[in-house]
C-alpha cells in the first residue's frame, strides 16, 4: 500500500522531495552569491585550468613524440629517479659516467621533487609539476597586483598577461628544468615581502635559492631590500643577503667546481671576462664601456624587447624593482652563450617574475601620473601588447611561428619504438640519440651519442632522416658502431636503430 504523503513505495515524499528542492535552491543562490562576490577569482581559476590542459596536453605529447631529449629533461628524470632509488643527486654524463648533479649544477630541488616519484615514476611527472607550479605563478601576479593597485579587475588582467606570456610559456615547453618551479617561488616571496610575513618568505626564498646556484644572488637583493627598507625588519634582511651571498660563493667557488674536479662548465661563456669566478666578477664591474657595447648589441637587445614588450614596456616605469633582476639578466646578457640571451628557453625564468613586479607598479604609477585615463583603457593597452607579442614571437596556435610539431607530426612509430624502449633493462648501459634520452633514464648510466658507442650495453639511433642525420657527428657515430665488431644490429625499423654488445644478446 502506498504511503499516504508519498507517490509511492520507491518515490520521496512531498514535505521530504520539498525539503531537497529547497536546500538545492539554497546552494544554487550561495553558489551564485560566491561568484558573485569572486568573479575575479573565478576567472583566474577557469584561465589557469585552460592553461594546465593546454600545456599538460602540449608537453605530455612533447615527450610522447620524441621531441623532448636528454637535454634536459633526461638528465633531470635520472637525477630526481636515482634519488628516489637511494643514490642521491647523482646523475651520468654526456659519455656515461656517474656524477654527482653538483657537478653542473646546484638545483637541489630536484631533492626535494623526487617523492612524486613515489605516486608515478616517470618523466611526465616532471612534466605536470612544472605546468602546475607555472601556472600557480598567475595566482601570485593576481595577488601582487590587487594589493597594489587596489583593483581585482587589474589583477585578473595581469595574471591573463602571465599565462599568456611567451616566455612563460617557452619555459613550460622545453623541457623540465628545476629553476623554473623559481618563477613561482620568486612571486610568492615578493608578494610575502609586501604582506610582512617573514616566515613564508624565508620558505620560498630558500625554495627559490635551491632551484638554482646563481638564484641566491636574487635572493640577495631581498634581503638588501629589506635592510634599506625603512621600518623593515633590518636584521633579518641582512641574515637573508649574508646567508644568500655566502651560499652563492660556497656553490660557485668551491663545491661546484670540486665536484666537477675543475671549474664550473659555464665559466668559458664568460671568458672575455677573465678565467674564474673572481676574475670575472672583478671584470664586469671595471668594464662599464665593454659591458655597454655588448649589451647593445642586436641580438641582446630584442632579448630585452621581447622581455618587455609582452608588458607594453610599462615595467620602465618603475625600474627600482628590475633590480632584482640585475644579477641573473647580467649573466645571460654577457654570455658568450646565444642560448642564455633568447626567451624560448628556461633562461627567463628567473626574470620574468621581476618584469611583471616592475610591470604592476609601473601601473601603479602610471594612474597616478594620469588619473583620468580610465583603467579599462590601460588594461586594453597591455592586453593589446601581450595579444601581439603571443602572435609575433609566442608559441601558441595562431601565432606567427608556433610550436604544433607535437599535435601535427606525431611519429607514427612511438608505440613500437616505446615498447622497444621498455624491454631495456635499467641494469644495461645505454648510449642514445638527444631524442631518445629521456625515454630511457631510468638508469644509472646513459650516454650521449656520439658519446658510449664503443662502451655502452646498447646504442640506440632515432634518425628523422636516414639520408641525412642530424649531425655530421651522429653519421659518423652511426659509421663507427656499424663497423664495429662488438655490437649486432638487433633492430632497425623508420629511423629507429638499436645495437647491441655481443655477449648480452636478448
Wanted: aromatic share 16%; glycine share 6%.
Amino acid at each position: 500500500m502506498d504511503r499516504a504523503d508519498g507517490f509511492g513505495p520507491s518515490g520521496c515524499g512531498f514535505k521530504s522531495c520539498r525539503a531537497r528542492f529547497a536546500k538545492l535552491n539554497a546552494n544554487s543562490i550561495n553558489m551564485a552569491s560566491f561568484f558573485s562576490k569572486h568573479k575575479q577569482e573565478t576567472i583566474l581559476g577557469i584561465l589557469i585550468c585552460l592553461y594546465l590542459v593546454y600545456f599538460t596536453t602540449a608537453t605530455f605529447l612533447r615527450y610522447d613524440n620524441f621531441y623532448t631529449g636528454r637535454f634536459d629533461l633526461g638528465n633531470m628524470d635520472q637525477t630526481v629517479w636515482n634519488t628516489i632509488n637511494g643514490r642521491i643527486f647523482q646523475t651520468s654524463t654526456d659519455s656515461g659516467i656517474v656524477v654527482s648533479r653538483l657537478s653542473g649544477h646546484a638545483d637541489f630541488i630536484l631533492i626535494l621533487l623526487s617523492p612524486f616519484y613515489l605516486l608515478w615514476s616517470n618523466p611526465k611527472m616532471l612534466l605536470l609539476i612544472q605546468s602546475i607550479a607555472l601556472s600557480f605563478g598567475a595566482v601570485f601576479v593576481f595577488l601582487i597586483a590587487r594589493n597594489i593597485l587596489n583593483s581585482k579587475n587589474l589583477a585578473v588582467v595581469f595574471g591573463f598577461l602571465f599565462l599568456m606570456n611567451p616566455a612563460i610559456q617557452f619555459t613550460n615547453l622545453y623541457d623540465f628544468h628545476g629553476v623554473t618551479i623559481a618563477t613561482t617561488t620568486l612571486l610568492a616571496s615578493f608578494y610575502f615581502l609586501l604582506k610582512k610575513k617573514y616566515f613564508p618568505l624565508s620558505i620560498f626564498l630558500l625554495l627559490s635559492g635551491l632551484a638554482k646556484e646563481q638564484i641566491w644572488l636574487t635572493t640577495s637583493i631581498f634581503g638588501l631590500f629589506l635592510l634599506f627598507k625603512t621600518g623593515e625588519k633590518k636584521l633579518l634582511g641582512l641574515g637573508i643577503m649574508l646567508f644568500s651571498l655566502t651560499i652563492f660563493v660556497y656553490l660557485v667557488w668551491i663545491a661546484i667546481p670540486q665536484s666537477a674536479e675543475g671549474q664550473h662548465f659555464a665559466l668559458p661563456y664568460y671568458s672575455d671576462f677573465g678565467n674564474s669566478p673572481g676574475e670575472i666578477v672583478k671584470n664586469v664591474f671595471l668594464s662599464p664601456r665593454e659591458i655597454f657595447l655588448i649589451v647593445s648589441e642586436t641580438n641582446r637587445l630584442n632579448y630585452l624587447k621581447q622581455l618587455l614588450a609582452p608588458l607594453g614596456f610599462i615595467s620602465l616605469l618603475s625600474p627600482i624593482y628590475l633590480i632584482f633582476v640585475i644579477p641573473d639578466l647580467l649573466i645571460k646578457l654577457l654570455s658568450n652563450n646565444p642560448q642564455l640571451y633568447q626567451i624560448y628557453y628556461q633562461y627567463s625564468a628567473t626574470i620574468t617574475p621581476f618584469i611583471f613586479i616592475s610591470a604592476i607598479f609601473g601601473g601603479k604609477q602610471f594612474i597616478k601620473w594620469f588619473p583620468q585615463i580610465p583603467k579599462f583603457h590601460i588594461a586594453t593597452y597591455l592586453i593589446f601588447c601581450t595579444l601581439l607579442s603571443a602572435y609575433f614571437f609566442g608559441p601558441l596556435p595562431g601565432a606567427k611561428d608556433p610550436n604544433l610539431d607535437m599535435f601535427v607530426l606525431p611519429r607514427k612509430n612511438k608505440v613500437e619504438i616505446e615498447n622497444f624502449l621498455s624491454g631495456i633493462s635499467e641494469e644495461y648501459s645505454v648510449a642514445a640519440t638527444n631524442n631518445l634520452g629521456s625515454h630511457l633514464s631510468h638508469r644509472q648510466s646513459i650516454a650521449t651519442i656520439p658519446l658510449g658507442v664503443d662502451t655502452a650495453d646498447y646504442v640506440l639511433f632515432l634518425i628523422n632522416n636516414l639520408n641525412k642525420p642530424q649531425t655530421d657527428l651522429q653519421k659518423e657515430a652511426l659509421i663507427k658502431v656499424e663497423n664495429n665488431k662488438n655490437y649486432i644490429r638487433v633492430f632497425e625499423k623508420d629511423g629507429f636503430i638499436v645495437f647491441k654488445k655481443q655477449g648480452n644478446l636478448l
